[in-house]
Antibody
């Protein structure tokens, strides 16, 4: 079945970077864009950006411009989201979601704390 | 950016009673292909969001038929005909018409 499996929880210090992975299975990896969405504790959903694994193009939300990088590896059907210059407000669950948001990963908790 | 506004933000409902959630967008969600793109999600406690409805009124496979979506242009509604205990959670609308995708604030449904 279609599945997105994300990497495990991370704890980072302020100023560091974090890289979260999302491995796709059960469908043609290059046929669907992939989104990244985050959710701070007790808060709503915030769209971070999108990557096209076929063309390698990306579009980032303005709030994350300059701090986020989305990449992909076709050989392993995996997309990555790297967020740099972390601050406490970046503490959140980070989700990948297939285009249309019909399938979501299980989420990766990223905690930023000194 | 398109702003999505949901109401109410809290929705206490008696088991077996209907529930309704409104979602309004700051711009029309009609895309250039003539389709209107508006999704509804359910997020149960501790779980990832689950898409219930896409393109305003299309139910995902496996979603009970007590869930229905309607609306057009900038005004949309999610209805649950008879609330069951498993419906507890937060419901979000989302527009995938234009980047950046944007979400409503969420409506927390609880059992009275």
């Amino acid at each position: 079945q279609v599945q997105l499996v994300q990497s495990g929880a991370e704890v980072k210090e302020p100023g560091a970077s974090v890289k979260v992975s999302c491995k796709a299975s059960g469908y043609s990896f290059t046929s669907y864009y992939m989104h990244w969405v985050r959710q701070a504790p007790g808060q709503g959903l915030e769209w971070m950006g999108i990557i096209n694994p076929s063309a390698g193009s990306t579009t980032y939300a303005q709030n994350f411009q300059g701090r986020v990088t989305m990449t992909w590896d076709t050989s392993t059907s995996t997309v990555y989201m790297e967020l740099s210059s972390l601050r406490s407000e970046d503490t959140a669950v980070y989700y990948c979601a297939r285009d249309g948001c019909d399938v979501w990963g299980q989420g990766t908790m990223v905690t930023v704390s000194s | 950016d398109i702003v999505m506004t949901q109401s109410p933000l809290s929705l206490p409902v008696t088991l077996g009673q209907p529930a309704s959630i409104s979602c309004r967008s700051s711009q029309s969600l009609v895309y250039s292909d003539g389709n209107t793109y508006l999704n509804w999600f359910q997020q149960r406690p501790g779980q990832s969001p689950r898409r219930l409805i896409y393109k305003v009124s299309n139910r995902e496979s496996g979603v009970p038929d007590r869930f229905s979506g309607s609306g057009s242009g900038t005004d949309f509604t999610l209805k649950i005909s008879r609330v069951e205990a498993e419906d507890v959670g937060v419901y979000f609308c989302m527009q995938p018409t234009r980047w950046p995708y944007t979400f409503g604030q969420g409506t927390k449904l609880e059992i009275k």
